[in-house]
């Protein structure tokens, strides 16, 4: 599946570093998620945005920081991350947020480590 | 308080073994219900969409149905190729946003 694509597959960052979650989607798609998986927890909605408005905030910590420049671009800026943040990233697209029969497609998620 | 609820945790069959995932919730406004499969390391796949109570959708082994407070995600005579963990969300609300249950883990021995 190429439709949503994330890079990197897996970070690995300290505590005081900065890096960026990219994601990119083929769909055509005008509505970005990015999601949080832990083991043992459901998947947490963080952010969406809906072309390329910010519609949602799930009540995430600043030292995370999105970013949409445009339908097809998703980023995830992050910075003085905590240990317990580490998990499963998820991006996901969709037709557009407020549709009837909006389904979305995920990404295959970035793996971050917080050492 | 919106939930969603999936049981069991975690399911062994055998090949062959027909079997039953359960997803109940409650939710206010229900728009549809959507069924994943995650594989180990990747995201997860889009199965299936239910919009009312009495629908139901088959793709290939699987079958999904709808009442007003639970969906079920019928396998039927399973093959080890459909271990992996199966994800129920609701969709709620105006903006459409996706609340999941935990998920099954589903292992099928040969």
């Known amino acids: 599946e190429t439709g949503v694509t994330q890079t990197p597959r897996h970070l690995v960052m300290g505590m005081t570093n900065k890096k960026s979650l990219k994601c990119e989607q083929h769909l055509g798609h005008n509505a970005m998620y990015w999601y949080k998986q832990s083991a043992k927890k459901p998947l947490e909605l963080m952010f969406v945005y809906n072309f390329k408005e910010q519609t949602e905030n799930n009540s995430v910590p600043s030292r995370f920081s999105p970013e949409c420049p445009n339908s097809s671009h998703l980023f995830l800026h992050l910075h003085t991350l905590q240990p317990e943040d580490s998990a499963l990233y998820l991006c996901?697209?969709?037709?557009?947020?407020?549709?009837?029969?909006?389904?979305?497609?995920f990404g295959p998620g970035t793996r971050l480590t917080v050492l | 308080e919106d939930q969603v609820t999936q049981s069991p945790e975690a399911l062994r069959l055998q090949e062959g073994e027909s079997s039953s995932l359960n997803c109940s919730y409650t939710?206010?406004?229900?728009?549809?219900l959507f069924w994943y499969r995650q594989d180990p390391g990747k995201g997860p796949e889009f199965l299936f969409t239910?919009?009312?109570a009495g629908e139901e959708k088959e793709k290939e082994r699987l079958k999904a149905t709808l009442t007003k407070k639970e969906s079920f995600l019928h396998i039927t005579a399973p093959k080890p190729e459909d271990s992996a963990t199966y994800l129920c969300?609701?969709?709620?609300?105006?903006?459409?946003?996706?609340?999941f249950g935990k998920g099954t883990k589903l292992s099928v021995k040969p």
């Open positions: 996901a697209s969709s037709q557009a947020g407020t549709s009837p029969s909006d389904t979305q497609y």
């Open positions: 939710v206010s406004g229900l728009r549809g």
């Open positions: 239910l919009y009312s």
């Open positions: 969300a609701v969709q709620v609300g105006s903006q459409g946003n996706l609340i």
